[in-house]
């Protein structure tokens, strides 16, 4: 939520329009610019917290649940409060 209010505030900067998007659908009261512009920081902060919080052991399998075999895992609550 930081990073997009971030990427809307940049955007609206520069004066472009954070609704109008490319790769998100426009939809009322949805910032689509804002979000694909997220997308191309998303791996790069995403990925960054996951690893550091795997290397640290505050994430460990205890903390989440898998769903759908591989394709996709929630956090129990053990793991929404590392």
Known sequence: ALLLTDCRSALETVGLDSQLGFLHAVRP???ALALDLL???RAVF???LALTLINRGR???RT???I???VSC????E???C
């Not at 929630?74 to 609550?77: D, K, N, P, Q, V």
């Open 64 to 66: 989440s649940t898998t």
């Open 46 to 48: 995403g990925d960054r």
């Open 59 to 61: 994430l460990r399998q």
């Open 74 to 77: 929630s956090m129990t609550r």
């Open 68 to 70: 759908l075999g591989a």
């Open 29 to 31: 009261g949805r910032h």
């Open 39 to 41: 997308e191309e920081f």
């Open 79 to 81: 793991g929404k409060s």
